[in-house]
């Protein structure tokens, strides 16, 4: 029985083997709440970053909860929140033909260009 | 048991991705939600992450129960900080266990129904104010050897939200043993108690790392896939060389006669692990499963009413 355990469970070893069930059973009670993408901005100065996701009945309480969940010790100034279902990708995958094209455009970048060393401030 | 499947590619375009997720494994680069993965590697993280969600949740009952109790306004404060933190560590994990397709409602009822486990360790009792300490000292520093090479997952949301709950894990453990060592201040049966409790969240504590590697058939298809770095047993040891010399210096003695240092390897030299206790408690026979559950079960339904009250405001005001 132990076979499949592993430590990796975090606080502590969980089975991960086939008996464990993954796929989602047709639900008698799924709440039907939005799922929210959260944005925190660290400080002043610093762009809103992508912190996580939450579940909320509607924006305001989006923000609350977001407040409450990732924001415990000042890691944050201001919160955006959006629904993910608001979100549009640049394609369903991460490595994508769309940034393929400025891979050979070498040029520009400064690294490009030789410069002699005794040309100053450059 | 019956042995993992190998995730056989079916189509030449199926063997295309494969390669390219095995190319990303093999340059230690992070696999993102959107990237194609073998079933296999989906399925795992998701077992891996739920059931780390669920610890982290069930984690919250056996230190909730001293809330009320806590000695001081500021250990109250404190305690209440530390059970909050372990609420955002489940939320996080959950969150990560949606990217890969889980539904998180879903699997709170299969954690409910027991279909989907949590850690052993949380289904030992607090009998004393001084499980509140070694709880901290003990099970949140076990954490810490579990997770921070977590942080280093292949899988990219659930790295992520390792360094997030890594972050929070050291006040965890620090508040413990500073609660501990307050009490070793004080009176001999405040000292008794601090004892009693080493001595019996010690080895449920051990256990916490999972069966011997010899026990482990699965690991290898995790370490491969990045998303174990290293042996349950390796885990262990390291958790044993830093817990003797912390145990020494509150004064504490570790309930394990077998106990020795070993100056060729330089490693703490440890007694043998009761394997079906751990068998016992984790299939649901320990002293607390049924009672970590109900109340799980009792959050979920008896609070009900406040998800539809939010639903139903936010669909009139949506209007
Ligand atoms: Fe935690
Ligand atoms: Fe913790």
Known sequence: MSADLTSEGGHGAVPTGPEVPVAPAPALSRRDWPLYEVFVRGKRGLNHVHVGSLHAPDDEMAVHAARDLYTRRNEGVSIWVVQAADITASSPDEKDPMFAPSGDKVYRHPTFYDIPDNVPHM | ?319
């Not at chain 2, 295309?16 to 989906?42: C, K, N, S, V």
């Not at chain 2, 997030?164 to 006040?171: D, L």
């Open chain 2, 1 to 319: 048991m019956p042995a993992p499947v190998p995730d056989r590619p079916a189509t030449s375009d199926e063997a295309a991705l494969q390669a390219r997720f095995d190319a990303t494994i093999a340059a230690d680069h992070r696999i993102e939600p959107r990237d194609w993965m073998p079933e296999g590697y989906r399925k795992t993280l998701i077992r891996q992450i739920a059931q780390h969600a669920h610890s982290e949740i069930i984690g919250m009952q056996p230190e909730g129960d001293w809330l009320l109790a806590a000695p001081s306004l500021r250990r109250k404060a404190i305690l209440l900080a530390k059970v909050q933190d372990e609420a955002g560590h489940g939320m996080y994990l959950y969150s990560a266990a949606e990217t890969l397709g889980a539904d998180r409602a879903d699997l709170t009822d299969k954690l409910i129904e027991g279909r989907q486990k949590y850690s052993s360790i949380f289904n030992y009792p607090t009998l004393t104010y001084a499980d509140v300490g070694v709880i901290g000292w003990f099970v949140d520093g076990a954490a810490i050897c579990n997770q921070v090479p977590l942080c280093r997952s292949s899988y990219g949301p659930y790295a992520r939200a390792m360094i997030r709950v890594c972050k929070e894990e050291s006040f965890h453990q620090r508040q413990g043993y500073e609660l501990l060592m307050t009490m070793m201040r004080g009176t001999p049966e405040q000292r008794a108690m601090v004892q009693d409790a080493v001595d019996r969240w010690w080895w449920p504590s051990l256990m916490m790392f999972g069966p011997p590697d010899d026990d482990s058939p699965n690991s290898a298809q995790s370490m491969a896939w990045g998303i174990k770095r290293h042996s349950n047993d390796e885990l262990r040891q390291r958790y044993v060389d830093m817990s003797v010399p912390q145990a020494d210096v509150l004064g504490v003695t570790l309930p394990d006669p077998d106990l020795t240092y070993d100056p060729d390897s330089g490693h703490y030299r440890f007694g043998a692990i009761d394997w079906t206790e751990f068998k016992r408690v984790i299939s649901g026979n320990g002293p607390a499963n049924a009672e970590r559950i109900a109340r799980r079960r009792a959050a979920r339904d008896d609070n009900a009413w406040v998800t539809e009250a939010a639903t139903a405001y936010a669909a009139k005001h949506a209007s």
